[in-house]
Nanobody, 119 residues
Framework: QVQLEESGGGSAQAGGSLRLSCAYARGYSAYCMGWFRQAPGKEREGVAGGAGRYYADSVKGRFTISRDGAKNTLYLLMNNLKPEDTAMYYC?????????????????WGQGTQVTVST
């Protein structure tokens, strides 16, 4: 059984939009969940989590995280995309502070989905 599975990545032009989805196994319903990203040569960073209480400064006002418990799916709506948003995006689940997005605290990672934004 797949634990966390992302979809919805792809290519977009600057100013465009993409929506990422993460289908998760029922066992993660009580976990904190969020989105991280990692660009080539850079460390993995938290993007959004805590049921919307945390957004990286670089995405505030452009990205929106949401969760549909009935469908066991986590979403990330990305608007006004910029080339610097280009990265592999990962869905993540962890226990503890839901607004604290620290890679070392993540219990389970998805396989990642690539987002590429061109000018």
């Amino acid at each position: 059984q797949v634990q966390l599975e992302e979809s919805g990545g792809g290519s977009a032009q600057a100013g465009g939009s993409l929506r990422l989805s993460c289908a998760y196994a029922r066992g993660y319903s009580a976990y904190c969940m969020g989105w991280f990203r990692q660009a080539p040569g850079k460390e993995r960073e938290g993007v959004a989590g805590g049921a919307g209480r945390y957004y990286a400064d670089s995405v505030k006002g452009r990205f929106t995280i949401s969760r549909d418990g009935a469908k066991n799916t986590l979403y990330l709506l990305m608007n006004n995309l910029k080339p610097e948003d280009t990265a592999m995006y990962y869905c993540a689940a962890w226990r503890g502070g839901c607004s604290v997005l620290t890679p070392s605290l993540v219990s389970r990672w998805g396989q990642g989905t690539q987002v590429t934004v061109s000018t």
